[in-house]
């Protein structure tokens, strides 16, 4: 059978199976897979074993094999052959925020799209590339090679689940993470999270309180900050409140104590000029107000949340990735101490243990105090454009679409680059997502339509992986 005819058959089973494939889509969206605290064989909370269990329930139901790894992950796998095709998605979402409009966890349709978290990233893209899977399945019924579908649980907040699959398992000859841009990301930045600590600011200003913050690679969309103000110093305090211009920020009193809540936008923390920093907010007008005395105090503060990394001496930028980038994610008081999480994201080319000495070096600079208290790293993902993964994705976008689209590099982390030899994909268009933003959403059409690439692509895999095996 000629490659068309395969592409052919898949699509046309995918089209004969919308309404399964949409119902299914809508029940994994009701499971509230948040990561919460681990119980038996369910690392990452019951909502996430539910949704694993889900997932493994629809392979087995297409008669594919599957395994459970404790709960952390799963697979489904079908075919034979030294080869191996590996997709992978997960099942987690981040937390949900404040102002939604549609149920977080109901699935709506409203307007031809689907409300739900976790609907553009990442579960609508993986059910529709496990249909994708299933649809090979039934058309290619000696397929030369394995096709195996992963699905993970703790993509959200630590890879923990693959890390825990590649302790045991095999590494495929070409893989693809449903989970970016299209065509596909040829090039991941570096992802490292930064504690940094410092002693609280004390003197007419004294900090008492700072916290706000869901995750580190969330933008913070609320913050508050209370304060305790000097008697002599009450009513210059009073008079920066009735001159500040921020109308995102409020303010109320309980004695010497002034409370100050800012209102921001939450967004995806690869890209934190996509949003709009409640903490900043807070930081910002604290600097403004701050006695001449502690002015440096607040000022060096606000800097941390620099989101080009400028306030930890890390800036910087590379021809294939561009900028730097640096989402003050969490900022929390503990004892006598403020600690702010950021979470960067650096450049392809550069080298995590050279910006840790960057930001010792700055910080030790700096007045007040401040620590590096700890750094987590995972290193950058990088394909040439002329790769057989890279360009077996671009052919079949362009044949799909009729749209030449060059590979992009990004600042998200995605699967691919905790498995060798895999690469994200893209998932969706203009008006689905976005990914950790209120009242996520994937169009039913774009759902459609993605399912029918994966199937396209999965084919060309399935033939590339046996060439390569």
Not at 251 to 280: L, N
Not at 364 to 382: C, H, I, Q, T, W
Request: hydrophobic fraction near 40%; include cysteine; aromatic fraction near 10%.
């Amino acid at each position: 059978m000629s490659t068309q005819e395969l592409v052919i058959r898949v699509q046309e089973w995918l089209r004969a199976h919308e309404a399964e494939m949409l119902a299914d889509f809508q029940t994994v969206l009701r499971f509230p897979s948040l990561e919460e605290p681990a119980l038996p064989n369910a690392p990452f909370g019951q909502a996430n074993r539910d949704a694993l269990d889900f997932a493994l329930g629809l392979a087995e139901k297409a008669g594919m094999p599957t395994r459970d790894m404790e709960g952390y992950c799963g697979y489904a796998e079908f075919g034979s052959g030294k080869g191996m095709v590996m997709t992978l998605g997960h099942l987690d979402v981040v937390p949900v925020g404040p102002g939604w409009k549609h149920e977080p966890f109901g699935a709506e349709i409203d307007g031809g799209y689907v409300y739900a978290r976790g609907a553009s990233d990442d579960k609508g893209p993986t059910v529709a590339m496990f249909y994708a899977a299933r649809a090979l399945k039934e058309c290619w019924p000696d397929v030369p090679v394995r096709i195996r579908s992963v699905f993970g649980c703790n993509e959200e907040s630590g890879f923990e689940c693959i890390k825990h699959y590649m302790k045991t398992e095999e590494v495929p000859t070409l893989g693809v993470a449903p989970d970016a841009g299209w065509p596909c990301v040829h090039g991941e930045k570096g992802i490292a999270d930064f504690l940094i600590a410092r002693p609280k600011p004390e003197g007419d200003l004294t900090v008492l309180e700072m916290t706000g913050g869901q995750r580190p690679n969330i933008v913070i969309d609320s913050f508050v900050a209370r304060v305790q103000v000097s008697a002599g110093y009450r009513a210059a305090f009073e008079l920066a409140i009735g001159e500040a211009w921020d109308k995102n920020l409020s303010f109320d009193w309980e004695g010497d104590v002034c409370s100050i809540r800012g209102v921001g936008k939450a967004a995806h923390g690869a890209y934190p000029f996509g949003g709009d920093s409640a903490a900043i907010r807070v930081l910002r007008f604290l600097k403004e107000a701050a006695p001449l005395a502690q002015e440096r105090d607040f000022d060096y503060m606000h800097m941390l949340t620099h989101i080009g990394g400028n306030g930890i001496g890390i800036a910087g930028s590379d021809e294939p990735s561009g900028p730097l980038t640096c989402n003050c994610g969490v900022v929390e008081t503990r004892g006598n101490e403020v600690f702010f999480t950021l979470n960067v994201r650096y450049p392809v080319t550069f080298d995590g243990d050279d910006l840790r000495a960057k930001c010792e070096a700055f910080l030790a600079e700096l007045p007040g105090d401040y620590r590096l208290v700890s750094m987590s790293d995972s290193k950058p993902l990088y394909f040439p454009l002329d790769h057989p993964l890279v360009k077996t994705i671009r052919e079949v976008y362009e044949a799909e679409t009729g749209e030449k689209k060059e590979p992009k590099t990004m600042g998200g982390g995605t699967y691919a680059r905790a498995v060798p030899n895999c690469v994200a994909i893209g998932t969706g268009w203009e008006g689905d997502g976005p990914a950790h933003e209120t009242d996520e959403r994937m169009a039913i059409s774009s759902f459609n339509k993605m399912a029918q690439i994966y199937g396209h692509l999965m084919v060309r895999l399935a033939q590339e992986a046996e060439k390569l095996a």
